[in-house]
């Protein structure tokens, strides 16, 4: 029994990612134009709001918040301007730490990171790094059900939070 204890939390994640009501879906993320690989949805949220509501789904779902950082306090600390930025880290170690079985240089992108930013127009954008492109970055092609879980349990916390 102890040897499949690590699928527990697996198939919890996949309940709460299963269970996303239709209703609760938004428009599909759309790839940042910046940067490559980066998925964003656009919040129909306040800055704090969205922050808020993201960790609260992160909660909700029993996934474990490491840090929430803003970072454009720090930038305000260095004396630089920075529009407002919130980086908040998360993740569900037992379906994180398979993917560092495969690769261990995949625990450059874990755990999660997704970015909650507002530009000078005041529009709030949730962002994250597609882990399909994580898959490839790592060369990772024996998790295709992990990463393709991942995947939709980030852009249902996104959703969430933007919504």
């Known amino acids: 029994m102890n040897r499949f204890k690590f699928l527990i939390p697996l198939f919890v994640t996949a309940s709460f990612a299963a269970a996303v009501p239709v209703a609760h879906a938004q428009a599909a993320p759309v790839r940042a ?6 998925l964003s949805l656009r919040s129909a949220n306040g800055f704090d709001e969205t922050v808020s509501k993201l960790t609260a789904d992160v909660a909700g779902k029993g996934i474990r918040h490491f840090a929430t950082i803003d970072q454009a306090d720090l930038a305000r600390g260095a004396n630089l301007p920075l529009k407002r930025s919130t980086l908040v880290l998360f993740g569900n170690p037992p379906l994180g730490v398979q993917f560092l079985q495969s690769n261990p240089l995949a625990g450059l992108d874990w755990p999660v990171r ?19 492109a994580i898959a490839r970055r790592y060369r990772i092609t024996d998790r295709a059900a992990q990463f393709k879980m991942a995947g939709e349990v980030a852009a249902s916390i996104a959703s969430a939070a933007t919504q």
């Open 33 to 38: 134009e910046t940067a490559a690989d980066v």
């Open 114 to 132: 997704m970015l909650v930013t507002e530009d000078a127009a005041g529009a709030v954008t949730v962002s994250w790094t597609d882990f399909d």
